[in-house]
């Protein structure tokens, strides 16, 4: 089993920051690519952010510039640093990761996701 867990939702004001943090634990032979996606009330879900296995970084025009994704891989974590934040940031923010499991090749995995709420 995978578990995938983020932490560091809450409320904040306009222009302020926070700290996600998803965490992945279980049993699987290697941790690739670690997104972070957004999903805001009546609105799709957006790609926000992703970190590969080596580093490289993709983020979404919408954040970049504020928004900076990173891993940890002795921990298993990627983290999103979020700063200047606005109103329209107001969303569920959920991450997933894609692992290799022996003998069953490649899944995904998304956690629960944590509230963000930037009132102005």
């Known amino acids: ?9 809450g409320l904040v004001q306009a222009g302020g920051s926070l700290r996600l943090s998803c965490a992945v634990s279980g049993t699987f032979f290697s941790l690739n690519a670690m ?7 009546g609105k799709l879900r957006e790609f926000i952010a992703g970190v590969g296995a080596g580093g490289s970084t993709n983020t979404a025009d919408s954040v970049k510039g504020r928004f900076t994704i990173s ?3 002795a921990k298993n974590t990627v ?14 923010y959920s ?26």
């Open 35 to 41: 997104n972070w996606h957004r999903q805001a009330p």
């Open 71 to 73: 891993r940890d891989n």
């Open 1 to 9: 089993q995978v578990q995938v867990v983020e932490s560091g939702g």
């Open 79 to 92: 983290y999103l640093q979020m700063n200047s934040l606005k109103p329209e940031d107001t969303a569920v």
């Open 95 to 120: 991450c997933n990761a894609n692992v290799k499991i022996l003998g069953r090749g490649y899944r995904d995995y998304w956690g629960q996701g944590t509230q963000v709420t930037v009132s102005s």
